[in-house]
């Protein structure tokens, strides 16, 4: 697609001004979330892999759900081609971390839901789950203004509108993604979403609004 299609120019340009409202507007709790380090329900996930004689490690993040006892991510964390996986170490934003194997994680709809001690979390936020109904997206269920916060929230993690891509490459886009697998996205004081790709940049939907097709919504 051409990168100065007036279409996708226009919308993001619209979605920008929208972004900066929906961002002034967004909740005090939100905010907290993002603030709030010491009570943060962001867990940073590391995955040993084991393949054949040689190991691995890679990195993504999830959020602390239900009673404190399961963090939730996306199913891409623990696919790794043939590697199986020896250990997951859960890193909590109360400097306490658990470790467990692949019988400590399930999986459903897409998520994957890993079993820890409440004790462990003691402190640590725990959020409650926005369901959207499966025929519908963030932005049918929520409205536009969610669309826009979506989009202020990939910028501050350093993806760059389509845009500015187009016009001045990626490489001179000022910040690096700081987004991970299982990166999760706050909305009214709860998780809707998680990112289940790290993408390049911000896309814009063909019925207009910005894509959604970099995260996965928690479905009813």
Same mark, same amino acid.
């Given at each position: &697609?051409?990168?100065?299609?007036?279409?996708?120019?226009?919308?993001?340009?619209?979605?920008?001004?929208?972004?900066?409202?929906?961002?002034?507007?967004?909740?005090?709790?939100?905010?907290?979330?993002?603030?709030?380090?010491?009570?943060?329900? !962001?867990?940073?996930?590391?995955?040993?892999?084991?393949?054949?004689?040689?190991?691995?490690?890679?990195? /993504?993040?999830?959020?602390? !759900?239900?009673?404190?006892? @399961?963090?939730?991510?996306?199913?891409?964390?623990?696919? %790794?081609?043939?590697?199986?996986?020896?250990?997951?170490?859960?890193?909590?934003?109360? @400097?306490?971390?658990?470790?467990?194997?692949?019988?400590?994680?399930?999986?459903?709809?897409? &998520?994957?839901?890993?079993?820890?001690?409440?004790?462990?979390?003691?402190?640590?936020?725990?959020?409650?789950?926005?369901?959207?109904?499966?025929?519908?997206?963030?932005?049918?269920?929520?409205?536009?203004?969610?669309?826009?916060?979506?989009?202020?929230? &990939?910028?501050?993690?350093?993806?760059?509108?389509?845009?500015?891509? /187009?016009?001045?490459?990626?490489?001179?886009?000022?910040?690096?993604?700081?987004? @991970?697998?299982?990166?999760?996205?706050?909305? %009214?004081?709860?998780?809707?979403?998680?990112?289940?790709?790290?993408?390049?940049?911000?896309?814009?939907?063909?019925?207009?609004?910005?894509?959604?097709?970099?995260?996965?919504?928690?479905?009813?």
């Amino acid at each position: &697609m051409n990168c100065f299609y007036k279409k996708v120019v226009v919308t993001l340009a619209g979605m920008g001004a929208l972004a900066g409202m929906a961002h002034a507007q967004t909740d005090a709790l939100t905010q907290a979330v993002s603030r709030q380090v010491k009570t943060s329900p !962001v867990v940073n996930i590391s995955v040993n892999w084991k393949n054949g004689d040689s190991s691995s490690l890679t990195h /993504c993040e999830g959020v602390l !759900v239900g009673q404190g006892d @399961k963090v939730a991510t996306v199913k891409e964390c623990f696919e %790794n081609g043939s590697a199986s996986v020896q250990q997951v170490t859960l890193f909590f934003s109360n @400097k306490k971390s658990a470790t467990g194997g692949w019988q400590t994680i399930a999986l459903r709809d897409g &998520m994957a839901f890993i079993r820890v001690n409440p004790q462990v979390t003691q402190g640590v936020r725990t959020m409650q789950v926005g369901l959207v109904p499966a025929d519908q997206s963030l932005q049918d269920y929520y409205g536009q203004d969610i669309g826009a916060e979506l989009m202020s929230f &990939m910028m501050s993690k350093g993806v760059p509108p389509a845009r500015h891509r /187009c016009r001045m490459g990626a490489s001179n886009w000022p910040r690096e993604p700081k987004l @991970k697998l299982g990166t999760p996205f706050f909305w %009214n004081g709860k998780v809707v979403a998680l990112f289940k790709e790290v993408p390049h940049r911000i896309s814009v939907s063909l019925f207009g609004g910005i894509s959604e097709g970099a995260v996965r919504l928690f479905r009813r």
